[in-house]
């Protein structure tokens, strides 16, 4: 039958066509939103099944599209098409189904896909097991801890399991009541998102960067909840920790029962070497570091900015008997440290897996539970990217004065005041302090809870810490600190004078005590080396101010077998003009020296004594560059030559034997690290 509608009725048509069209894709937007919403997984049931139904409402309108481009198309195209076309468009339908029952039956195929799409993707499977959804509880830890925390609260899971799953009937198939989402970041990105309360503002995006806010928080140490607290002090947030106010002197103390640690692990020195190394027992832990740090090399440890292992190794290896060590100590322990360390910024881990598969690593200090955890035996080696790390002969000393972490699990503000996850928190304190909870935290080797907390601002009690952290911390940015220094060699005619019966003169040893000394230049630091006079001019540059890596440290003891002392002594030219190259035209934050080593008193520079303290003075004031001096032979710092006239106010003068260079220079390092 031929199509005989007007125009007029075909316009109205294609109209009311377009409207359907739109309201067709509405419809159909609307259940995609619903499909990928947050939502209930009920409501994204509702979409698909929306979805569904206008789908094939849409084949519909398609079909019936079909057959009037088809009628219109007839009145050109041969009757045999004409006549077989309405059979096409029912090949889909075979058999003359009516519509309506066609539709039924693809949405409900439709509907079931999506149900199952949908029910897959819950993780506790209910729409196939049975299992009502468990509530979740989100447990936030630190990067060191996640993997056996992970385990930890897995077995709390499996211990809230009731009931059976239909068609089960072993411990396997019961329906768990709590889901734990254990997640992880490092210690400084945590701080600052619990400091702020878990917001979103213009410098951090803790949702995006960390994960949803979490409803238990479990660091490695206490030292951590007061770095938090101090923070949220500083920045004018609300404490995001429940505290207490204690006594009229305002102090601030944590709520009772909002903090408790659920065990503990003292930090140990692991090495490969024989019984007379660190590990021995007999030694304290002083005398284990200072036995590990005299190789100097192969010492590895977690980065304290990323970890707070790493924040009690680096305390630990920065302790002497009784305090901190002293700047230059530190700084060289800390060059140890870095250079040994292949990945900056490591956590505890990273270095582990280092430690186990590099030759040249030697020591790694890290906590005595992680160190069981990755040794050999431990039960997480095997997730170490290079495979299982290799611990066979090592051993560990643990000296009963160490730093201890003591893993609080900590109800942060929002969950201490919501008394549904209050209960919820409550009730995984209950099951770690019971046999069950025990026993799986003995599996991951952690020992038995220990009070680690104190009132503000540290938090952290001396049977856990015996040094304030932050010390140890200033302490150990300081020795970080580049440093930028010339060192300027005597080499006047004098300084061949030979010393002792050794046959050697003043300028080997004093190059000896210098070759010493490199030991204070990190490869973050940068060096240079003269010798004067230098012949056609003041000075010789022996080598260029640059990165203090090894082979630039041995470079400059090489340059040094090559000189043969002759010569005046233009000593204040050659500090006028030394102080000028290390100075450079940007010092910054770091420390810069001019360090002179001299027998004598000036004599060709054609410049007077004070002309040379103005201009030091002048360089000093302007740049911040400082002097130091150390005087042999003939030379005194409070001789005639006025050498202390030149450092005093900005810089040092030492007298030095040459029977003890080596303990001079050392002892100037020490003076020009602090600042002094």
Not at 91 to 99: N, R, S, T
Not at 466 to 489: C, I, T
Request: aromatic share 6%.
């Amino acid at each position: 039958m031929e199509d005989d509608r007007s125009p007029g009725i075909e316009g109205r048509e294609d109209r009311a066509e377009e409207a359907s069209v739109f309201v067709l894709v509405a419809v159909l937007a609307g259940g995609l939103f619903l499909e990928q919403s947050d939502l209930d997984p009920w409501m994204k049931l509702v979409g698909a099944l929306v979805d569904a139904a206008f789908t094939v409402i849409g084949v519909r309108r398609l079909r019936l599209r079909a057959e009037r481009v088809l009628r219109l198309a007839g009145r050109k195209i041969n009757p045999w098409v004409r006549r077989h076309w309405r059979r096409w468009l029912t090949l889909p339908f075979p058999g003359g189904v009516p519509f309506w029952q066609r539709a039924l039956g693809a949405t409900l195929t439709v509907a079931l896909v999506a149900v199952v799409a949908v029910r897959s993707q819950r993780t506790d499977l209910a729409a196939f097991t049975g299992c009502p959804e468990p509530s979740e509880v989100r447990i936030l830890t630190s990067t060191d801890s996640q993997q056996w925390a992970q385990g930890v609260f897995s077995a709390y899971a499996r211990s809230t399991a009731t009931g059976t799953r239909p068609g089960g009937g072993g411990a396997d198939d019961r329906c768990p009541t709590v889901h734990p989402l254990v997640y992880s970041a490092p210690t400084k990105l945590v701080a600052s998102a619990l400091a702020a309360g878990w917001t979103t503002s213009a410098d951090q995006n803790p949702v995006r960067d960390i994960g949803p806010r979490p409803d238990l928080w479990l660091p490695d140490a206490s030292v951590d909840v007061g770095a938090v607290l101090a923070l949220a002090r500083k920045s004018g947030y609300d404490l995001p920790v429940p505290t207490v106010v204690a006594g009229q002197d305002g102090r601030v103390d944590v709520a009772p029962g909002s903090i408790a640690s659920i065990g503990s692990s003292p930090i140990v020195i692991a090495g490969r070497t024989p019984p007379s190394g660190p590990a021995q027992s007999t030694l304290s832990w002083s005398q284990a570091l200072a036995t590990a740090f005299d190789a100097g090399t192969g010492i590895v440890a977690p980065d304290p900015d990323n970890s707070t292992t790493g924040l009690f190794a680096t305390v630990s290896y920065l302790l002497g008997e009784h305090e901190l060590v002293g700047p230059a100590q530190a700084r060289r322990r800390v060059q140890i440290v870095t250079d040994s360390t292949a990945i900056p910024g490591a956590d505890s881990v990273a270095t582990l897996c280092q430690a186990g598969h590099d030759a040249e690593a030697t020591v790694v200090i890290t906590s005595d539970q992680l160190w069981r955890l990755y040794s050999a035996a431990g039960a997480l080696g095997s997730s170490c990217a290079g495979g299982r790390p290799d611990f066979a002969a090592w051993s560990a000393a643990r000296p009963g004065d160490g730093p201890v972490l003591d893993h609080p699990l900590v109800e942060p503000t929002w969950t201490w005041n919501d008394p549904t996850q209050r209960a919820a928190a409550q009730s995984i304190r209950n099951w770690l302090s019971d046999p069950q909870g025990r026993d799986a935290l003995a599996k991951v080797d952690l020992g038995p809870p220990v009070d680690c907390l104190a009132t503000a601002p540290t938090f952290v009690s001396t049977r856990c810490l015996r040094v304030d952290p932050q010390a140890a911390v200033r302490l150990y940015e300081a020795a970080k600190a580049p440093g930028r220094v010339l060192m300027a060699m005597d080499a006047s005619g004098s300084m061949d004078d030979p010393v002792g019966t050794a046959g050697g003169s003043r300028f080997t040893v004093a190059g000896a005590g210098f070759a010493q000394a490199l030991g204070q230049i990190g490869a973050q630091d940068e060096l240079g080396l003269w010798t004067f006079p230098g012949g056609a001019g003041p000075y010789r540059q022996l080598l260029g101010i640059g990165a203090g890596t090894p082979a630039h440290r041995g470079a400059a003891v090489d340059a040094l077998r090559s000189v043969k002392p002759a010569g005046d002594t233009p000593l204040y030219r050659t500090i006028v003009d030394g102080l000028r190259a290390v100075a450079g035209s940007d010092t910054g934050s770091r420390t810069t020296a001019l360090v002179v080593l001299t027998d004598g008193q000036d004599t060709s520079s054609g410049m007077t004594l004070q002309q040379t303290r103005d201009t030091v003075e002048a360089l000093n004031k302007a740049t911040g560059v400082r002097l130091f001096v150390v005087a042999i032979g003939e030379a005194a710092c409070e001789g005639a030559q006025g050498l202390s006239a030149l450092t005093d106010g900005h810089g040092g003068c030492l007298d030095a034997d040459l029977d003890h260079i080596s303990g001079t220079m050392a002892q100037l390092f020490e003076s020009l690290w602090k600042g002094q």
